[in-house]
């Protein structure tokens, strides 16, 4: 009888314990930080009866030598263009099926095609686009000049960074030097590397997301960074400028692509699609500040950012920008200038 009566006293308990337990499938992301509306995500969630885990990362090599190294479980990675090919190149994500795109197929912005590294989007779907260059506080920036050689003003020692990503900042270096930012040619990556060290003396730190806040708090009067951080920036704080420097600069997508290994295949399909339909597309942009090459959503995002400059690029400075490639094997020639740049 006892036994008989502590069951019936535990069967209330074991029901709520099992209400309360979540057996939704979760797809797990790997994300730039600060990349996407948590309110899209929650929108997916909803739709799909699902839940949605993100890990951040801040450069791609991070990325890649976490995932090099044995990391695994994920569903969806958003790299770089370069890095996307070289991951694809050497099979750590999938080929895409694109009758499970339709919203790809039915809004990608074709103009954006001849920028990317997967015109067809054998292996990858262009999330956003980014174009690099240099955000400055106009108040506290006595006699700017859209330039990479701002970098060498000595009365900005400490009050500036670079962007930690290699392949930026030595493409930064060497499109100064009139070169181009894929060159493989030793001598122009050992004057860039000369440049960098220049620059060096001058810069406080290598950062990417943290720069932004640095900008904005005084600490640094001048970044090298992204056209949707400084919009991010210059929302609550005007006088925070970006511009593209006259020599020139790199632009990329970030892209959503599937690794090998995905658990969840049939959801990974389900949220890059979901995240080109027009709606869910506006409403990322106007939280990320950043472009999608989605050409039905660009005319639902807020109009003011929509006309601003620094989000809608226009299209002789995008002249003036040069993708970033995969240079197989060449790439060591840059791992290898970084590590005497940072060291």
């Not at 292996?123 to 174009?131: A, E, I, L, N």
């Not at 020692?157 to 009139?178: F, P, Q, V």
């Not at 003011?304 to 970033?324: G, H, V």
Request: aromatic residues 10%.
């Amino acid at each position: 009888m006892h036994i008989c009566h502590r069951l019936v006293l535990l069967m209330p308990l074991l029901a709520i314990v099992a209400g309360c337990s979540d057996d939704r499938p979760v797809l797990h992301i790997y994300n730039w930080g600060d990349y996407i509306s948590e309110e899209v995500v929650e929108k997916f969630e909803e739709a799909n009866n699902c839940k949605v885990e993100i890990d951040a990362f801040d450069s791609n090599e991070a990325m890649y030598t976490k995932l090099k190294q044995g990391a695994g479980g994920y569903d969806i990675i958003v790299p770089s263009s370069y890095m996307a090919k070289l991951m694809y190149n050497q099979a750590m994500i999938l080929p895409l099926d694109h009758t499970k795109l339709p919203a790809v197929k039915r809004h990608f912005d074709e103009t954006y095609a001849t920028l990317s590294l997967d015109s067809d989007m054998t292996y990858s779907v262009p999330y956003f686009v980014s174009v690099s260059g240099i955000g400055y506080d106009s108040r506290r920036l006595n006699n700017f000049k859209p330039t990479w050689t701002m970098f060498d003003r000595a009365d900005l020692k400490d009050a500036c960074s670079l962007l930690n990503d290699h392949r930026e900042t030595m493409g930064a270096a060497l499109i100064s030097l009139g070169y181009t930012p894929n060159t493989t040619n030793q001598t122009e990556i050992q004057h860039a590397v000369k440049r960098l060290l220049g620059w060096k003396q001058n810069i406080a730190k290598f950062e990417v997301d943290a720069a932004k806040q640095s900008l904005a708090s005084g600490e640094f009067k001048m970044i090298h960074t992204y056209n949707g951080d400084m919009l991010h920036v210059s929302a609550e704080k005007p006088y925070i400028k970006f511009v593209i420097p006259q020599e020139g600069s790199t632009i990329t997508f970030d892209n959503f692509v599937i690794p090998t290994g995905c658990d969840n295949l049939e959801l990974a399909y389900k949220f890059i699609n979901f995240m080109y339909e027009p709606e869910n597309a506006a409403e990322n942009m106007n939280h990320v500040m950043y472009v999608m090459p989605n050409k039905t959503a660009i005319s639902l995002v807020d109009e003011s950012l929509r006309n601003n400059p620094a989000f809608a690029i226009p299209t002789e400075d995008l002249k003036r920008c040069q993708p970033l490639e995969d240079l197989g094997d060449a790439n060591r020639f840059y791992t290898d200038a970084w590590d005497r740049v940072r060291n």
